[in-house]
């Protein structure tokens, strides 16, 4: 038989928040160039489709790999409305200090996101960290992101997300309000049952979105899956699987067969090596999709300058909100972000 998998140490359950929203500065941030998906500037390329999981995972070198136009036609600038705010809760010290990217949608007849992306930086990182301001300006010009400042500390950067779960049920996703669904009570709180759990960080924010994710569905009292806290989805930019002394691949194990995940990790990245990754895709009963970025490494840096950097990012962050958007259409379960 084999080894029984251990179960990862998780923080305590999220208690009621109590929030604070304080609107400190708001506005649409400079206009930038649109990264056209195409072969003659960044392209994604996919994967054939496979059936079984270890296929799923497995990309032939004879396979020829073809060109995957974006889902929507990308505009001639990317614009998003960035405020900054700051969410209090009772299982945190302090106010966490927020960026809340809003998706500008091109006209009044598109639909808003269904969801919105609680994302976290890397240890030692900052929201203004290029990493994090490419990556989310790229995703939010197809959704919404709330970027929030945690601690060095594992366990209160995960208490961060359960803090922001809460901001966000309080006003319902950020949805619109004509589509709103009928509400249910949980725990003396009102929740979106439209609304999809998105948690995603970089590095460190990575692994503490996996643990964030656990501990929401170990907490939650209710036994449908398709849920808002019982179907979560997670976004990891550069997971660090390969730690000093051990594979980081537990929490990773224990994630349910109902939850998908996106891995976005750089082919020179020496903290996920993609070989690696592949045996813990195999080994996951969660679904996994994975992007490699072309010639990133572990701080998604890459060869021609900080502006190639910059739309190196922002593509990779407009392939993960396609993905959150639209993976059940997705039949490859690998992309590649290149230059």
Not at 95 to 114: G, I, M, V
Not at 215 to 231: G, H, R, V
Request: charged letters at 25%.
């Amino acid at each position: 038989m084999p080894p029984k998998r251990r179960k990862a140490a998780e923080p305590g359950d999220f208690p009621e928040m109590k929030k604070r929203v304080t609107r400190s500065s708001t506005g649409k941030s400079a206009d930038m160039e649109a990264i056209p998906i195409t072969k003659s500037s960044k392209s994604i390329t996919k994967a054939s489709p496979a059936s079984s999981k270890a296929s799923k995972l497995k990309t032939s070198k004879a396979a020829k790999r073809q060109d995957v136009e974006p889902t929507t036609k990308p505009s001639s600038t990317i614009t998003t409305n960035q405020t900054t705010l700051t969410i209090s809760h009772t299982s945190l010290k302090a106010p966490l200090t927020c960026h809340k990217y809003t998706y500008d949608p091109p006209s009044p007849s598109t639909p808003t996101p269904r969801s919105t992306l609680i994302f976290t930086h890397g240890a030692g990182g900052t929201l203004s960290s290029p990493a994090i301001t490419s990556f989310c300006t790229g995703y939010a010009s197809l959704g919404n992101v709330l970027a929030f400042q945690g601690s060095m500390n594992l366990a209160a950067r995960a208490r961060g997300f359960g803090a922001c779960v809460e901001y966000l049920r309080g006003e319902d996703g950020g949805g619109d309000d004509e589509k709103k669904k009928k509400k249910t009570k949980k725990g003396g709180k009102e929740i979106g049952e439209d609304i999809e759990l998105v948690l995603g960080g970089r590095s460190m924010g990575a692994r503490a979105a996996v643990l964030a994710a656990a501990e929401i569905l170990s907490s939650s009292a209710s036994p449908d899956p398709t849920s808002f806290s019982q179907k979560p989805s997670l976004v990891l930019v550069s997971y660090p699987l390969k730690g000093p002394k051990d594979i980081r691949d537990a929490i990773l194990l224990a994630l349910p067969s109902h939850v998908s995940v996106l891995f976005v990790i750089g082919d020179r990245d020496a903290m996920c090596p993609l070989d690696m990754l592949k045996e813990a895709r195999l080994k996951m009963e969660a679904e996994t999709w994975l992007v490699v970025v072309e010639g990133a490494d572990h701080g998604m840096h890459v060869a021609g300058g900080k502006e190639r950097e910059r739309e190196m990012g922002e593509v990779a962050g407009r392939v993960a909100a396609e993905w959150v958007v639209g993976k059940g259409g997705w039949e490859e379960r690998e992309r590649v972000v290149r230059g």
